[in-house]
């Protein structure tokens, strides 16, 4: 993909203004309310947007990146809670597998994915392993719905539905719905930013998301 336009999406300012000093040629536009950036990074056309928060918002950023922008691989960084022990705060974690904790339907299994048949949808495994690589990170399924998750409640209900779960967010698991149903490779990093604790959280959200801008400049050869 060397000579291909890279999609990179992050959900906040705070998740994608580190690409921004990274880049050479920055072009501004604005779609459908979102700010994009195109230019080249480590050699390489990027198209960089600010999806805004939730499922939705990352879907369409994700169409959007593939299809206005003509990219043929997609990054998703930015933070996530941890679920478990086994990851802690400001530790990097590279998705291995997505699911969205949220879809629950009558006769089907939770989180079973209309159209794709799937449960958990995997990441590109070359793109992945890479980025994993590149930044030592940890791998593990990664949890995604519409509610940060800000309890033990919560966190239990999660875990006992998907036990495999390491951590959660609100945007990666929709992301790797749209770029599977285009055949676009995708690759992920979360940095760990609390274990649910929104006070944690708005201590560590800032570092954390550097750390994970960090992670994919590495893997542009920034």
């Known amino acids: 993909m060397d000579n291909c336009v890279i999609g990179i999406i992050g959900a906040m300012d705070a998740e994608v203004e580190g690409f921004a000093s990274a880049m050479s040629g920055a072009e501004k536009r604005q779609l ?3 700010d994009v950036l195109t230019g080249r990074i480590g050699g390489r056309s990027v198209a960089v947007m600010r999806s805004g928060i939730g499922k939705v918002n990352a879907a369409f950023a994700a169409f959007a990146l593939a299809r206005e ?6 990054y998703s960084t930015g933070v996530a809670g941890a679920l478990g022990g086994s990851l802690h705060v400001l530790d990097v974690l590279v998705p291995d597998g ?3 904790y949220d879809v629950v339907k009558p006769g089907d299994p939770d989180g079973l994915l209309d159209v794709l048949g799937e449960i958990v949808v995997p990441p590109d495994a070359a793109m ?3 980025l994993a690589a590149k930044c030592g990170a940890k791998r593990g399924l990664l949890a995604t719905g519409e509610r940060f998750v800000g309890c ?3 966190r239990e209900d999660i875990l006992r539905r998907f036990p495999k ?3 959660a967010d609100m945007e990666s698991g929709a992301i790797a719905q749209v770029c599977a149903r285009l055949g676009v490779p995708f690759a992920c990093v979360r940095v760990i930013s609390d274990s649910g604790d929104s006070a944690e959280y708005g201590d560590f959200k800032r570092r954390a998301a550097d750390k994970a801008v960090s992670a994919v400049l590495s893997a542009l050869g920034e």
């Open 32 to 34: 459908a309310g979102s």
């Open 69 to 74: 922008f003509g990219a043929r691989g997609i």
């Open 98 to 100: 997505f699911v969205q």
């Open 128 to 130: 992945s392993g890479a």
């Open 152 to 154: 033990e409640a919560d």
């Open 165 to 167: 779960a390491v951590a």
